[in-house]
């Protein structure tokens, strides 16, 4: 069997609405610019809510829903790009929050595309045996925001979203790629080599990504833009090529959710109707890897989708990173 059945989902976002009015308070901006360029009309922020434990209620929520208990699971593959600490890693924390001793743990940075490469690994390695894994993909992107940086803040908000995944006899294929040439158009730096050792540390030579930013987002928009509108169009279309069918035939397209105008150019480019097209940026804004599998989560709970629907999951992000997977529900 080497299809996945995706066999239970779930979310958490922090009750902390934020609207574009509030963010107007914040920094020169306004409803209608942000509605109007992005689509986004609120956002979440964590009140002090840790991504361990929003991803951790997203997987309780995913393994109720699947009927699976936490003893059961084989390995649980966490995405974040906002983690709480280097180490121990996100889904070795959520392991010990959801009691699933029998997991091995780790996690992955894709950036947005995140919950589509776990989801990638996870078909390999069910395809050879094992039977649960969980997916957790959870992010507090308001912590790398720059309050006074009005390009990017009123972009991105928090959330997690989780899934568990079973292997099936279903379609699966993906598209997976990355572009690193590109790195620099979307940056979020670490920590800085110590001064106590370092005579030498701001050499352009040893640090072309240095973008003298903190840990904030940096971001070139026009060029993140101009990206995401190709890559989208040519994940989606290169996984219905490996799967051998048509994009007209799936029944429902799952973007990564930054920007409207990016889903709505990509659908266009694509040739792809806005009807056959999921989208909740307009509520939450960019949570990055856990887009995806949040939108899972809402559909699920709405019951919208039913047993047997071909879904096509496309993103992009930092890296660059981009790709597709299309596989039955
Ligand atoms: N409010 C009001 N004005 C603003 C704001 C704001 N929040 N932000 C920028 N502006 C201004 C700019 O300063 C500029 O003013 P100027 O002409 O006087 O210099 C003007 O608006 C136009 O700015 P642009 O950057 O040209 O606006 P654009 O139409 O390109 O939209 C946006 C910007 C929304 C960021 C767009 O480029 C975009 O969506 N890019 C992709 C971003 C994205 O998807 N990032 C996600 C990647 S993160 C990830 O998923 C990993």
Same mark, same amino acid.
Request: glycine share 12%.
């Given at each position: 069997m080497s299809g996945v059945f995706i066999a239970g989902s779930g979310m958490?976002? $922090?009750?902390? =609405?934020?609207?574009?009015?509030? #963010?107007?308070?914040? +920094?020169?901006? /306004?409803?209608?610019w942000i509605s109007q360029r992005t689509g986004i009309r609120e956002r979440r922020f964590s009140q002090g809510e840790s991504n361990y434990f929003m991803g951790s209620v997203a997987a309780r929520q995913a393994m109720d829903a699947a009927e699976v208990t936490g003893k059961e699971i084989d390995m649980i593959i966490a995405t974040t790009c906002?983690?709480? !600490?280097?180490?121990?890693n996100l889904a070795c924390i959520v392991q010990g929050e959801i009691g699933a001793g029998n997991a091995f743990c780790w996690d992955l940075n894709a950036a947005c595309t995140g919950f589509i490469y776990a989801l990638d690994v996870a078909q390999h390695y069910l395809a050879m045996g094992k039977k649960n894994v969980l997916i957790v993909s959870s992010e507090v992107m308001s912590k790398q925001l720059?309050?006074? @940086?009005?390009?990017?803040? &009123? *972009?991105?908000?928090?959330?997690?979203?989780?899934? &568990? =995944?079973?292997? /099936?006899?279903? #379609?699966? %294929? /993906?598209?997976?790629? /990355?572009?690193?040439?590109?790195?620099?158009?979307?940056v979020s730096r670490a920590l800085k080599t110590?001064?106590?050792? %370092?005579?030498?540390?701001?050499?352009?030579? !040893?640090?072309? !990504?240095?973008?003298?930013s903190g840990h904030f987002i940096k971001m070139d928009g026009k060029d993140v833009y101009r990206f995401a509108v190709k890559a989208m169009t040519e994940a989606i279309g290169g996984a219905c090529k490996n799967a051998e069918i048509d994009v007209s035939q799936l029944d429902l397209i799952i973007p990564h959710q930054a920007n409207l105008r990016i889903i709505e %150019?990509?659908?266009?480019?694509?040739? +792809?109707? #806005? @009807?056959?097209?999921?989208?909740? &940026?307009?509520?939450?804004?960019?949570m990055s890897s856990a887009?995806? $599998? =949040?939108?899972?989560?809402?559909?699920?709970?709405?019951?919208?989708?039913?047993?047997? @629907?071909?879904?096509? *999951?496309?993103?992009?992000?930092?890296?660059?990173? !981009?790709?597709?997977? &299309? *596989?039955e529900w």
């Open positions: 958490y976002v $922090p009750s902390n =609405i934020v609207t574009n009015d509030d #963010m107007s308070k914040i +920094v020169e901006t /306004s409803d209608e906002t983690p709480d !600490y280097f180490y121990p720059d309050f006074t @940086d009005r390009s990017t803040c &009123v *972009l991105f908000g928090d959330g997690a979203g989780a899934v &568990v =995944i079973k292997a /099936s006899d279903g #379609m699966y %294929a /993906s598209y997976l790629k /990355s572009d690193g040439g590109n790195a620099k158009s979307l110590q001064g106590m050792f %370092a005579t030498d540390k701001d050499n352009p030579k !040893y640090n072309k !990504y240095e973008e003298n %150019a990509a659908a266009k480019r694509g040739g +792809v109707s #806005m @009807d056959k097209i999921y989208a909740n &940026v307009s509520k939450y804004g960019n887009c995806i $599998p =949040i939108c899972l989560s809402e559909l699920q709970e709405a019951g919208r989708l039913k047993r047997g @629907d071909k879904l096509g *999951l496309v993103g992009f992000g930092a890296g660059l990173t !981009y790709g597709a997977a &299309v *596989l």
